[in-house]
C-alpha cells in the first residue's frame, strides 16, 4: 500500500509541476488583452485539476479495494480476470460523473453524437494505434492467449473503464483546469490532454516498487503514444465512442500475437 501511495504521489506531482510551467508560460509576455481573446493563453485554474487529481486518488482506490471481490462472489469466483474490478471502477466513474457538479455525461464523452467530418481521420488514427500496438506485440511476441474469457474480457471492459475515467472524466476536468487547447488536425490538444496522456503512460510504465523507481521506458513511450491517440480521438469526435472501440480493439489485437 506504501508503494502504492507513493506511485500515486510521483505521479500527481508531475501533473502539478506542468501546471505550475503552463501557469508561468501563460504569464510570461502576454498581454491581459491577448489572454482575454486567446482561450489557449489563459490562466491555469488548479481546482479542477486538484478535483482531477483527488478523482484519480478515488479511482485507484477502488481498483486497489476492489481486488479481492471477485473471489467473494459467487458468479465470478475462479475466473481468471478482473471483471469484478472493473465493474466496480466503472460504477465508482458513473458516481463520480452524478455526484460532481461540474461534470454532465455529455462533458466526459457519454454521448452517440459524433462531430460531423470526424469518421474518416478518426479511423485513420484506429488503424495506427492499432498497428502501432499490435507490431510491438508482434515484435515482443511474448506468446498468445487466445481464450474465450480473454477474448471476452479485452472486448469490452478495458475500454469502457479506462476511457470513461481517463478520457472521459479526468480530461474534462484538466480542460476546465488548464484551459482550451489549440487544434492539431482538427482536434484540441494541449497541455489537458498531455497531462492525461502522462497519467496514462506512468499507471503502466513509471511506479514505485519495494520503495524505489521502477521505470520502464519502452512500455511508458508506447502506451504514452497510444494514450495519446486516443485523447485525440477522444477530442476529434467529441465522444468516448470511438476510443472505447479503438482501446478495445488494441487489446484485443495483442491477444494474438
Not at 89 to 99: G, H, N, P, R, W
Not at 232 to 250: D, E, F, K, M, Y
Amino acid at each position: 500500500m506504501l508503494d502504492i501511495a507513493a506511485t500515486i504521489a510521483l505521479h500527481f506531482a508531475v501533473i502539478l509541476a506542468m501546471a505550475a510551467i503552463a501557469q508561468v508560460w501563460r504569464g510570461h509576455g502576454v498581454a491581459p488583452a491577448e489572454a482575454r481573446t486567446n482561450p489557449a493563453m489563459q490562466r491555469v485554474r488548479f481546482r479542477p485539476i486538484m478535483i482531477g487529481l483527488g478523482c484519480t486518488a478515488v479511482y485507484w482506490l477502488a481498483l486497489v479495494l476492489s481486488g479481492d471481490l471477485q473471489n467473494q462472489i459467487p458468479f465470478p469466483a475462479g475466473l481468471n480476470w478482473n471483471w469484478a474490478g472493473k465493474v466496480v471502477a466503472i460504477a465508482t466513474s458513473l458516481a463520480l460523473v452524478a455526484a460532481l457538479p461540474m461534470l454532465s455525461a455529455r462533458g466526459v464523452g457519454l454521448t452517440w453524437r459524433q462531430r460531423p467530418g470526424s469518421l474518416r481521420p478518426a479511423l485513420l488514427v484506429v488503424a495506427a494505434v492499432c498497428a502501432l500496438s499490435w507490431g510491438a506485440e508482434a515484435l515482443v511476441h511474448d506468446g498468445t492467449d487466445t481464450s474465450l474469457e480473454r477474448l471476452l474480457y479485452q472486448a469490452t471492459m478495458p475500454g469502457i473503464d479506462e476511457e470513461l475515467f481517463m478520457r472521459g472524466i479526468l480530461l474534462a476536468l484538466m480542460v476546465q483546469g488548464f484551459g482550451p487547447s489549440r487544434e492539431h488536425a482538427g482536434a484540441p490538444f494541449g497541455w489537458a490532454e498531455w497531462a492525461v496522456t502522462f497519467l496514462f503512460a506512468a499507471g503502466h510504465g513509471l511506479r514505485v516498487a519495494d520503495g524505489a523507481l521502477a521505470f520502464d521506458p519502452l512500455v511508458f513511450a508506447l502506451t504514452g503514444t497510444i494514450g495519446a491517440g486516443l485523447a485525440w480521438l477522444r477530442q476529434r469526435t467529441g465522444s468516448l465512442v470511438v476510443p472505447i472501440l479503438a482501446h478495445n480493439l488494441v487489446n484485443l489485437g495483442n491477444s494474438f500475437f
